[in-house]
T-cell receptor, first 117, second 114 residues
Framework: DTGVSQDPRHKITKRGQNVTFRCDPI?????LYWYRQTLGQGPEFLTY????????KSRLLSDRFSAERPKGSFSTLEIQRTEQGDSAMYLC???????????????FGAGSRLTVL | AQTVTQSQPEMSVQEAETVTLSCTYD???????LFWYKQPPSRQMILVIRQEAYKQQNATENRFSVNFQKAAKSFSLKISDSQLGDTAMYFC???????????FGTGTSLTVIP
């Protein structure tokens, strides 16, 4: 297993366009998180899944944002009608389910950097 | 919800010296986890060290150790024998035992000077 993979690493788009990011977590990790990180700030929680169920969403997540994890493996984060304020690094992380040794540790991917012009 | 505060936006240390990064947090939970993550420039975030609140003994990982003061809600990171590769952003984070979210501070940018 090569860790958490994110694609694309960089995306430049024009305002109003839709973008989609993909995250492939560590295979035995049931939990998957999306975070957003702007320059000079810490990661801000967006949403998280346990298997295919989206169990929690941040109030920061406007209705232009949608995330899925259809088969409990990879996840996608889509941003519709992008705005300049959406420019940020989008981080994916995964962890094991409660009770497992690594249940309370996040393993991060390298992130997908979005620039909205 | 938990809040995590890092009051040192930037720090520097001479190579081979020791540096301490500060972190305070606020929680109403009795059992929780605290973390320090490292994010090198243009690279992914990796776990440095983890502390479980019910454990009184401070966690250590090689050159990295923490000073966990539960009553004061303080969780500082000490880096001994600093190396150039320690140059990175360091984020303090907290997670309750019952919740699902990890809460991060705003980070401290550490530069190790040769």
């Amino acid at each position: 297993d090569t860790g958490v993979s994110q694609d694309p690493r960089h995306k430049i788009t024009k305002r109003g366009q839709n973008v989609t990011f993909r995250c492939d977590p560590i295979s035995e990790h049931n939990r998957l998180y999306w975070y957003r990180q702007t320059l000079g700030q810490g990661p801000e929680f967006l949403t998280y899944f346990q298997n295919e169920a989206q169990l929690e969403k941040s109030r920061l997540l406007s209705d232009r944002f949608s995330a899925e994890r259809p088969k409990g493996s990879f996840s996608t984060l889509e941003i519709q009608r992008t705005e300049q304020g959406d420019s940020a690094m989008y981080l994916c992380a995964s962890s094991q389910t409660p009770g497992a040794t690594g249940a309370n540790v996040l393993t991060f991917g390298a992130g997908s950097r979005l620039t909205v012009l | 919800a938990q809040t995590v505060t890092q009051s040192q936006p930037e720090m520097s240390v001479q190579e081979a010296e020791t540096v301490t990064l500060s972190c305070t947090y606020d929680t109403s939970e009795n059992n929780y986890y605290l973390f320090w993550y490292k994010q090198p420039p243009s690279r992914q975030m990796i776990l440095v060290i983890r502390q479980e609140a019910y454990k009184q003994q401070n966690a250590t990982e090689n050159r990295f150790s923490v000073n966990f003061q539960k009553a004061a809600k303080s969780f500082s990171l000490k880096i001994s024998d600093s190396q150039l590769g320690d140059t990175a952003m360091y984020f303090c984070a907290a997670k309750s035992n019952t919740g699902n979210q990890f809460y991060f501070g705003t980070g401290t940018s550490l530069t190790v000077i040769p």
